[in-house]
C-alpha cells in the first residue's frame, strides 16, 4: 500500500478535529465541543479513515496537537494517540498546535504569503488575560518551521522578535494590545479564520515523517507551558 498514510487528531481548541490522509488523499472531520469530544472521538477516527480507503492498521504513524490549548482536550488527542500507537505498534508525531495554526494560516494565505522565508505569529487565547504565542518561519516547501520557543505571555504585553513583517495568525489577536505602533505596523496580513486544524498536522506530520522524526508512545506528552489549574 503505497502513500503516507496518517492519522491526525487536534483536540485542544475551541473547534476541535480529526484528519487522515492516504497518499494524496485527505479528510477532515470537525468533533463535537465540549465534553462530547471524548465520547465522539472514535467515531469519527473511524469516519476519516474510511473516508480516505483506510483501517487503523494500514496507519504509518499517528500525529497530534501537543498544545498549547486546553488542558482537557489536549489529554484527551494525547491519551487517545498513545493508546492507539501502544496498541498497533506504531510512533507517534506530537506536533505544536502553534504550529498547526500557523501552518493553516499559510495554507490559505494569497499567494505572495505562501513564499518561503515569510514569518507567522499565531496566537491562541490562554484565558485570564494571557496568550500563547509562537514565532513560525515558511521554509522553501511552505511549511511553518519554527524559529522561537512557543510562549505563554500577556496579551498586553506582546513583544515579537526581530523586525520583519508577518503574518497575524488566529482570532485571539484581538486581545493583543501591542501598544508600541512599530510592532502592529509590522503585520502584512491578519488571519482571524486560521485555526490549528488536523488537517494542518497532517502536513507537518509528512515531513516530520520522511525526516524520521518520531517518538515512542510514552514519550508523547501534551505540552501545556503553565501548569493547570
Known amino acids: 500500500m503505497s502513500g503516507f498514510r496518517c492519522l491526525a487528531l487536534e483536540t485542544g481548541t475551541v473547534e476541535p478535529t480529526v484528519a487522515a ?8 472531520l470537525a468533533l463535537p465541543g465540549g465534553r462530547k469530544v471524548a465520547v465522539a472521538l472514535f467515531d469519527v477516527i473511524g469516519a476519516a479513515l474510511k473516508n480516505v480507503g483506510l483501517s487503523l492498521h494500514d496507519l504509518e504513524c499517528i500525529a497530534f496537537g501537543k498544545g498549547p490549548g486546553a488542558f482537557t482536550g489536549l489529554r484527551i488527542a494525547a491519551s487517545a494517540a ?14 505544536s498546535s502553534l504550529a498547526a495554526l ?3 494560516a499559510l495554507d490559505h494565505a494569497e499567494a505572495p504569503a505562501r513564499a518561503g522565508g515569510i514569518f507567522v505569529a499565531p496566537v491562541l487565547s490562554a484565558g485570564r488575560g494571557e496568550i500563547y504565542w509562537g514565532w513560525y518561519r515558511a521554509n522553501d516547501s511552505g511549511l511553518a518551521a519554527a524559529k522561537a520557543e512557543d510562549q ?13 513583517s508577518f503574518l497575524a495568525a488566529g482570532s485571539a489577536w484581538d486581545e493583543c494590545a501591542m501598544p508600541q505602533s512599530r510592532q ?3 503585520i502584512m496580513a491578519e488571519m482571524p479564520a486560521a485555526r490549528p486544524r488536523a488537517r494542518a498536522l497532517l502536513r507537518l506530520a509528512r515531513d516530520e515523517y520522511r525526516l524520521g522524526r518520531l517518538v515512542s508512545p510514552q514519550d508523547a506528552q501534551p505540552v501545556y507551558l503553565r501548569a493547570a489549574v
Open 21 to 28: 490522509c492516504h497518499g494524496d488523499r485527505e479528510c477532515e
Open 82 to 95: 498513545q493508546g492507539l500507537a501502544f496498541g498497533l505498534g506504531l510512533r507517534l508525531c506530537p506536533v
Open 184 to 186: 502592529r505596523s509590522r
Open 102 to 104: 500557523a501552518q493553516d
Open 152 to 164: 505563554v505571555a500577556s496579551a498586553k504585553d506582546l513583544r515579537l522578535p526581530g523586525a520583519e
